[in-house]
């Protein structure tokens, strides 16, 4: 509700007091401070000696709008959408996924049921993805590869990221047809015409459009080791030799006792796709199955890794 309603963009670059803010966004003041003193609370903003408020400057760059890493557009697919599907969990535990789901629409009809249900997940998708995709692009191996197919890229986060960080690469969203706007919009934000484009298709039915990389970003762990294998074997199918597939995602430890940030998603995931979160060593093991060799993992500062695999 506070990043909906503008506080967390009116507290950015200032301090104020519950009244000033209410008055300048047109909020109620007492629902206002309540809120105020609940987020005050749990350490998301903090409160001066004066009784004005301020955004520590720890929490900034997750909290600004205008940032590469501002959470909002998560936060409010989770209240929107997730937050939603959680009640499934009862039934999950007394009669198992697969006969709750049997009856349920299937996971991307449901995100992308609506212009404003896609519009939400994308930009819930570009802000997990695009700033650790920086750290995620120079550890890919990139410098070489003339062009890359991003699977179920959204809105191109990860592409956009490649791309400017490349020179001479080329890049492809695959993606549903609804996707097909919001990556031309991209397109146009970033003037990455004639290196980004878009085929539609469907990744359980189609095959991939030929590259030097295949990608997946947030992708294998909504799907079960079977569906995924089945994703992988495409990937290799479409790899040139030589070439590569990128898997990026959360990973748990060896042990999968953490860390927290995985086990939640892993959750999570229950409820809002078919998929669970993997160990590095369940990730390459999927990808050497489907014919990839030389694994490796790159860890980034951020929750979401990478594993490599190279088709010879």
Known sequence: MADKHGVFGFLVDQEAPTGKIASSLGLDEETLDRLLVLLDSFGVIEQNEHGAYRIPAGMAPFLDPESSRSVGGFLNHVMNSTLGRLPQLDGYLTDGKSAVDAVLPAPFDVMYRTPKLTEEFLAAMWQLT????????????????????????????FCV?????TPGLRATVFEL??????VA?????????????????????????????????????GWTDEIGLELLRKA??????????????RLFDD???????TAVMNLSMHVEAKGRHRTAAEYMGLLESAGFVDCEV?????????VIGLKR
């Open 236 to 249: 290799y199918r479409a790899c040139a030799d030589g070439g590569r597939v990128l898997i990026m995602d």
């Open 255 to 261: 042990d999968r006792r953490g860390p927290l940030p």
């Open 177 to 182: 047809p609804e996707v097909g706007p919001y």
């Open 185 to 221: 919009d991209t397109v146009e934000r970033y003037g990455l015409r004639g290196r980004l484009d878009f085929a539609a298709g469907d990744f359980h039915r189609d095959e991939f459009p030929p590259t030097e990389c295949v990608a997946f970003g947030y992708i294998l762990s």
């Open 130 to 157: 695009y700033d650790v995709s920086r750290e995620l692009v120079p550890m890919a191996g990139l410098t070489e590869v003339r062009h890359l197919v991003d699977i179920g890229g959204a809105s191109g986060p």
């Open 161 to 165: 990221a490649a791309l400017e960080a």
């Open 298 to 306: 790159h860890r980034t500062s951020q929750d979401k890794q990478l």
